[in-house]
């Protein structure tokens, strides 16, 4: 079983930057891949990046070139640097990790893109 905690959520301004993080414990071997998920207010919960164990990523067309996603294997983290942030960037961030077919994640990080 893995545990993913999500600290680094909080209010920027519209342009503003912000990092995410996404520990992982607990049965941590096998975690292929990790991504960053978001859900707005009445939305439904949306694809933002993955990154797999290799380095590889992919990302959401809306946060191309603003959004990057990095792991570090050695300390059980991955990030998420967002840049340029735009009011509808709002939402809770959640992290996943999948390990040998199941999916975990995390409770979730609020970010509030607001003047």
């Known amino acids: 079983h893995v545990q993913l905690v999500e600290p680094g959520g909080g209010l920027v301004q519209p342009g503003g930057s912000l990092r995410l993080s996404c520990a992982a414990s607990?049965?941590?071997?096998?975690?292929?891949?990790i991504g960053w998920y978001r859900q707005a207010p009445g939305k439904q919960r949306e694809f933002v990046a993955i990154?797999?164990?290799?380095?590889?990523?992919n990302y959401a067309d809306s946060v191309k070139g603003r959004f990057t996603i990095s792991r570090d294997n050695a300390m059980n983290t991955a990030y998420l640097q967002m840049i340029s942030l735009k009011p509808e960037d709002t939402a809770i961030y959640y992290c996943?990790?999948?390990?040998?077919?199941?999916?975990?994640w995390g409770r979730g990080t609020q970010v509030t893109v607001s003047s």
């Open positions: 996943n990790a999948l390990q040998l077919g199941a999916n975990f």
């Open positions: 607990g049965s941590i071997f096998s975690i292929s891949v």
């Open positions: 990154i797999t164990s290799g380095g590889a990523t």
